[in-house]
């Protein structure tokens, strides 16, 4: 009886030696593959043998549909930054201390896997656990990774160290992108260029005083009109008044309308500019006649636009007491 025992446990034991020296070469065939090409491709037959328990090593599978048949974009645009997954990998385990494994099957080489896993989507991330060793787990059981829009090396990587055990685990290693460079280099080689050949001509512009005074007077009367006011309280353009009519201008200072904010901006406008005139220009017309009719005009449209401009104020405060005519 004690023979039977012994012998039971002897066989059972050398099943286990032969299981693990069986996973651990079946690991080494494979990582010989991801060493010449990571991540490796894939067919049914290799599929099936990699998943198949016992297993020492984690296993990470992307099941995709690069021919453009497919019409799957993001499996076309996954596709580097897959590569570039592997290829960082493998530069940082070459001797496959971390015991992981990546692939790729493409529908074309495992449409029976594709529909034994009844995937109606791609690309699909699986990552099979190991089912033996210190970092095992029983049931052996495969995590999904479904794409909802388009992924980065980084963030697969991220995702695969939450499953694995803790650990120093490769970086992502990108390639350097000599296009890129070459762009960058001919813009600024441009760019430099233009502003040399540019030069002469663009500065008397900078320079002009007008120009600047201009765009500051813009500037002013932009703000002071309360465009700011606008964008942070999203205020309506214009309101009906009930009766049928639109009411252009708010009551009280705490609102406004968008066409309000414009109409005082062009009275302000029009008021700089008549000052400006009265101020600068219409002193250096040498005949008299001409000046005394600038100044009569110019002084209506101040007088005027000023008189309107008090008419409004009293419908934003109905308890102001001055007016001009003729409003």
Known sequence: MRFLKLLALTALSWT???????????????????????????????YNDLTTSPRDYSLAVLL???????????CREFDPEWSILGRSWQRGDRKGEHKLLLSTIDFDNGRN???????????VLLFFPPTIGPNAKPDGQPVRLEFHGPQTADNIRNWLLRHLP??????????????????????LLGAFTFIT????????????????????????LLFTSGHMFNHIRRVPY??????????????GFQS???????????????????????ALRVPRIKDPRTQ??????????????YSFLLSIFRVKNGGYPFWLPPF
């Open 166 to 187: 803790p650990g120093d685990y490769p970086s992502i290693s990108r390639p350097i992108n000599y296009a890129r460079i070459g762009a960058s280099i001919t813009i």
């Open 197 to 220: 050949v540019a030069y002469p001509y663009v500065t008397p512009i900078i320079q002009n005083r007008n120009l600047w005074a201009g765009i500051s007077l813009i500037m002013i």
């Open 256 to 278: 406004q309308y968008g066409m309000e904010t414009q109409i005082v901006a062009a009275m302000y406008a029009l008021l700089a500019f008549a000052t400006i005139n009265l």
């Open 64 to 74: 995709t549909a690069r021919d453009a048949r497919y019409a799957c974009g993001v």
């Open 238 to 251: 214009v309101t009906g008044n009930g009766r049928g009519g639109i009411t252009y201008f708010a009551p």
């Open 113 to 123: 896997v594709f529909m034994k896993l009844q995937l109606q989507t791609a690309p």
């Open 292 to 305: 005394q009719v600038a100044v009569i005009i110019w002084s209506s449209i101040l007088f005027g636009v």
């Open 16 to 46: 286990a030696v032969a299981a693990k020296k069986a996973t651990t070469n079946k690991f080494d065939t494979y990582f010989a593959k991801q060493a010449s090409s990571a991540p490796f491709e894939l067919d049914e037959k290799g």
